[in-house]
């Protein structure tokens, strides 16, 4: 078996390119499922019976349900059945930031629960209202211990943009499998798919595990 | 109501034959740090000698030596004419003749109470569930236990954990007993039921190794004292001399740190709970 | 909109075949990423500096790949190294029994390095071997102690086993889009493959939830 790495050099602007399409995947969704997330954790605090539940259903199913026929889903049902029609990017943002808003909302109502309820008390004692309460007292606080989590659920991300190639996004993976399919040099691409991956992955895993070294909560 | 009680200390027992396990000039380093700088005693078959002395001065480090739990760099331990830390020694043959209650009882806390007990010796002796269970199940009666054979662990105070802790190491049937501040976890009131299972233990013969900072029961149950500071023996003999009349300064220290004034504690009246077999 | 479901029914033998494969896909997996995650785990906490660095080092570069790319890579890439072909569904549960496995490894490895050495102690005070001591005391509590990550990285395993449809692995997903291709119904089909994965998966969750609240406190050392 002859190799012939040329191809990787050859075809690195386009390799490029989709490695800079999956950071911006990346950080688009994780900046609309940070308030997504938020929203939804707050939604299932809520006192309304219907809209706590209805909001646990929606979150416990997307987290249930594989993202890469959530993606699917999305791409082939919005336009057949209710004539939506979006474009490949936009549909893959929708569907990357449902399944991390879910995500996001389980790490955000764990980190609002793990605020003794001391604290709630001492604030409301003090005469603030609920909001303020949230707003001053419990999101600050709960912002540093969910840190870790939204960490890891970053690199989850980070990798999962990959799926959104199934509908023709022009990412890493997109790129990458399109090159093998032109060039036949399948060993070649796909281990430099592996190693771009690896390369902007790896530090990024090797953050988390700082961070859930370093902002382990001790009470 | 301050109750004087005349204690009669026990004859040192053997003393003038082979001893069972002795400690000959035994170092231990942590890095720099000499955790035993040289430690000899002896201890005879039927002994009770009690390790006394304060908090980092190597007692726990010298019962993990004692059982090769830790390496040593200097001296030797033997248990009668085995040289413990010997390379030829098969360490797992030997700590099965010494059995040890640790501080924090160390009980498995995914076993049955029963289990905790007969695991020792189906997995080390390789004896039958069925016989196992009988033998945990007698000692679970012997230290008052038999009724929590089902239960887990959680479920138990801290001084029938140590109790059970104490069977499970009796399963294996050793020569020795190694104690590690077998009391120092408890709360109070149930300091007393373990401190009797072990005077129990001494008065069947059992050869006992234990460190403590009951003063009381060392007084009263052991036959050899020794009072170690930073990782020496300052002083041994037997206790009527070492609580008595201590010849050292460091031993003084020592026992008016801990408020001993020559007699009987307040915890003196936990050890005697008269138990049936109490002579 | 009218929704039609006869698709379904009609085609019912070919989604079951599909739900068989998922589920054959996801234990085989899970079975050989349990496989490596237990050896992994105790070599990387109990084998020395060198294996611990060489597990580590697969742990941490699987752990930056997405599982896509590994799937990829074995079935099209790998074959090439071993001058061997591959069937989609082998390729599968190798791609994903490894990507499993490194979580699987580091998941026990943090259990057994949370139960403290005293139990270690105690084990080897009776008499028992290190192995005997991390088999019959150590492994038991860390498996309870991270019965909640594991369950998470079984439905993980699960809903990663649908990412083997790019490979053409007959699974649920991949027999969907087939049907929903043949028949245009992909409204019908995907939202009903979309059910069967949530009855699955999160009842999955909830079991292993319940038993953890159950067998919690066994491995609280
Ligand atoms: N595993 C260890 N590593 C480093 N230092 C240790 C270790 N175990 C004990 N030491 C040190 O050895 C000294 C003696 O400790 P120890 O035997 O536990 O004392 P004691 O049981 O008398 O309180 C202490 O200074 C302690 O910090
Ligand atoms: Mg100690």
């Given at each position: ?8 050099w050859d075809?690195?602007w386009?390799?490029i ?5 999956t950071?911006i995947?990346?950080?688009t ?10 929203l939804?954790?707050?939604?299932r605090?809520s006192?309304?019976h219907?809209?706590r ?9 997307f ?11 999305i791409?082939?049902?919005?336009p057949?059945?209710?004539d939506i029609?979006?474009s ?6 929708l569907?990357?930031?449902l399944n991390?808003s ?18 709630w ?8 209202t609920k ?12 912002t540093?211990?969910v840190?870790?989590a939204?960490?890891s659920t970053w690199?989850?991300?980070f990798?999962?943009?990959s799926?959104v190639?199934?509908?023709a996004?022009?990412d890493?993976s997109?790129?990458?499998?399109k ?5 036949y040099?399948?060993?070649e691409?796909?281990t ?8 902007m992955g ?15 909560v001790v009470? | 109501?301050?109750?004087k ?14 001893p069972?396990l ?5 170092v231990k380093?942590?890095?720099?740090l000499?955790a035993?700088?040289g ?12 390790l006394?002395g ?11 030596c004692a059982?090769?739990l830790?390496?040593?760099d ?10 413990v830390?010997?390379?030829r020694?098969d ?9 040890m ?11 049955t109470?029963l289990?905790?007990v007969a695991?020792?010796?189906?997995t080390?002796?390789?004896?039958p569930?069925?016989q196992?269970?009988e033998r ?9 236990l038999a009724?929590?054979a089902?239960?887990?662990p959680?479920s138990l105070s ?12 009796l ?5 020795v ?8 976890a408890?709360d109070?009131e149930t300091i ?5 299972v ?5 008065d069947?013969?059992?050869t006992?190794v234990?460190v403590?900072h009951?003063?009381d029961f060392a ?6 004292i020794?009072?170690?500071d930073h990782?020496?023996?300052?002083e041994?003999?037997p206790p009527?001399?070492v ?11 020592f026992?008016s ?5 020559g ?5 003196a009246?936990?050890l005697?709970?008269?138990?049936s077999?109490d002579? | 909109?009218d ?10 033998q070919f989604?079951l075949?599909?739900?068989?494969f998922?589920?054959a ?6 079975a050989?990423?349990?496989?490596i ?9 109990y084998g ?12 941490d570069?699987v ?5 896509l790319?590994?799937?990829?890579w074995?079935?099209f890439a ?13 390729g ?7 990507h499993?496995?490194?979580?699987i ?13 005293g139990q270690m102690?105690?084990a ?8 005997e001591a991390?088999?019959t005391?150590i492994l ?14 079984i439905?993980i ?6 990412i ?8 649920l997903?991949?027999?969907?889009q087939v049907?929903?291709?043949?028949t ?11 059910l069967?994965?949530f009855?699955?998966c ?6 292993i939830?319940r038993?953890?609240?159950r067998?919690g406190?066994?491995?609280a050392s």
């Amino acid at each position: 078996m002859t190799l012939d790495w040329s191809v990787v050099w050859d075809n690195r602007w386009r390799l490029i390119a989709g490695a800079e399409m999956t950071v911006i995947l990346t950080a688009t969704t994780m900046a609309l499922a940070l308030p997504g997330g938020l929203l939804l954790a707050l939604l299932r605090l809520s006192h309304v019976h219907l809209v706590r539940s209805s909001t646990t259903g929606f979150v416990e199913f997307f987290r249930a349900t594989p993202l890469i026929l959530q993606i699917y889903w999305i791409f082939y049902v919005l336009p057949a059945a209710f004539d939506i029609r979006l474009s490949e990017f936009v549909t893959a943002l929708l569907g990357l930031s449902l399944n991390v808003s879910s995500f996001n909302s389980e790490t955000f109502r764990a980190g609002i629960l793990s605020i003794r309820p001391g604290q709630w008390n001492a604030a409301l004692a003090l005469g603030m209202t609920k909001p303020q309460v949230l707003r001053k007292i419990i999101l600050p606080q709960a912002t540093l211990r969910v840190l870790p989590a939204l960490a890891s659920t970053w690199v989850s991300l980070f990798k999962d943009t990959s799926l959104v190639s199934i509908i023709a996004v022009a990412d890493l993976s997109y790129v990458s499998l399109k090159i093998r399919s032109e060039t036949y040099r399948v060993l070649e691409v796909l281990t430099a798919m592996g190693a771009l991956y690896c390369l902007m992955g790896y530090p990024q895993a090797k953050l988390v595990d700082w961070m859930h070294r370093r902002f382990k909560v001790v009470e | 109501m301050i109750a004087k009680r005349k204690t009669k200390s026990r004859p040192r027992i053997g003393s003038g034959t082979a001893p069972i396990l002795s400690f000959e000039g035994v170092v231990k380093r942590y890095g720099p740090l000499e955790a035993l700088a040289g430690v000899s005693f002896q201890v005879h078959r039927g002994e009770v000698v009690c390790l006394i002395g304060p908090s980092g001065s190597g007692k726990s480090t010298l019962l993990r030596c004692a059982n090769a739990l830790e390496t040593i760099d200097g001296g030797r331990v033997v248990l009668e004419g085995v040289e413990v830390h010997d390379r030829r020694t098969d360490a797992r043959k030997l700590r099965r003749r010494m059995g040890m209650v640790f501080q924090n009882f160390e009980l498995f806390p995914h076993l049955t109470v029963l289990r905790n007990v007969a695991v020792g010796p189906t997995t080390v002796l390789g004896m039958p569930q069925r016989q196992a269970a009988e033998r945990a199940t007698e000692l679970l009666r012997k230290v008052g236990l038999a009724d929590k054979a089902a239960h887990y662990p959680a479920s138990l105070s801290g001084g029938q954990q140590q109790r059970v802790a104490i069977a499970r190491a009796l399963a294996m049937q050793p020569d020795v007993m190694l104690f590690d501040e077998p009391t120092s976890a408890l709360d109070p009131e149930t300091i007393g039921e373990v401190l009797s299972v072990m005077k129990r233990l001494a008065d069947e013969g059992m050869t006992m190794v234990v460190v403590t900072h009951e003063m009381d029961f060392a007084k009263r149950v052991g036959n050899w004292i020794v009072v170690f500071d930073h990782g020496k023996v300052v002083e041994q003999g037997p206790p009527q001399q070492v609580f008595d009349e201590p010849t050292v300064q460091r031993t003084r220290d020592f026992l008016s740190h801990l408020g001993w004034h020559g007699e009987s504690l307040a915890a003196a009246d936990l050890l005697v709970q008269p138990s049936s077999t109490d002579p | 909109m009218d929704i039609d479901i006869s698709p379904l029914i009609e085609n019912w033998q070919f989604i079951l075949t599909g739900l068989g494969f998922t589920l054959a896909l996801s234990a085989l997996s899970i079975a050989l990423g349990a496989a490596i995650g237990l050896v992994g785990g105790v070599l990387r906490t109990y084998g020395g500096k060198l294996l611990d660095s060489a597990i580590g080092l697969y742990v941490d570069v699987v752990r930056s790949i997405p599982v896509l790319a590994i799937l990829v890579w074995t079935y099209f890439a790998f074959p090439l190294v071993i001058g061997e072909s591959l069937t989609p569904f082998s390729g599968g549960v190798l791609a994903l029994g490894v990507h499993l496995g490194a979580y699987i490894t580091e998941t026990i490895r943090a259990g057994l390095t949370s139960i403290r050495p005293g139990q270690m102690r105690a084990a080897l005070a009776l008499g028992m071997s290190r192995f005997e001591a991390i088999r019959t005391i150590i492994l038991p509590q860390a498996l309870i102690r991270m019965l909640p990550p594991l369950g998470s990285l079984i439905v993980i395993a699960v809903k990663d086993s649908a990412i083997a449809s790019v490979i053409a692995v007959p699974e649920l997903l991949r027999q969907s889009q087939v049907l929903a291709g043949k028949t245009f119904r992909p409204f019908e089909i995907y939202t009903a493959a979309m059910l069967i994965y949530f009855l699955i998966c999160y009842p999955t969750a909830r079991t292993i939830d319940r038993v953890y609240r159950r067998l919690g406190v066994l491995g609280a050392s």
